[in-house]
Nanobody, 123 residues
Framework: VQLQASGGGLVQAGGSLRLSCAAS????????MGWYRQAPGKQRDLVAA???????NYADSLKDRFIISRDNAKNTVFLQMNSLKPEDTAVYYC??????????????????WGQGTLVTVSS
């Protein structure tokens, strides 16, 4: 399974960005896709995840500003990020797995990772 993330960049506080992650390869068994983020000196934390059936899980602090969605026909997951804040600055990683723990927020349980895309929010 290969994951190709895109859409990061520099945005002012209060702005919006949309990240995309396209999956390819042996994706038939993938049940969960999602986004994690890692700021400098910090651990990699769940942002949001979505199951093949459309169930969603968000970090509590982000659920009012971020929206995860997927296009199953295109094997692509999106992360719409609104009202961005400087503390949202991080490298955002797309993740995927066959099992549920990646969906629940266990980064070590995610078997597949994209290359990361940098999001920088200026104040």
């Amino acid at each position: 399974v290969q994951l190709q993330a895109s859409g990061g960049g520099l945005v002012q506080a209060g702005g919006s960005l949309r990240l995309s992650c396209a999956a390819s390869g042996s994706i038939g068994s993938i049940a969960v896709m999602g986004w994690y983020r890692q700021a400098p000196g910090k651990q990699r934390d769940l942002v949001a995840a979505i199951t093949s059936g459309g169930g969603t899980n968000y970090a509590d602090s982000l659920k009012d500003r971020f929206i995860i969605s997927r296009d199953n026909a295109k094997n692509t997951v999106f992360l719409q990020m609104n009202s961005l804040k400087p503390e949202d600055t991080a490298v955002y990683y797309c993740a995927a797995d066959r099992f549920y723990n990646c969906y629940l927020g266990s980064a070590t349980s995610c078997a597949y990772w994209g290359q990361g895309t940098l999001v920088t929010v200026s104040s």
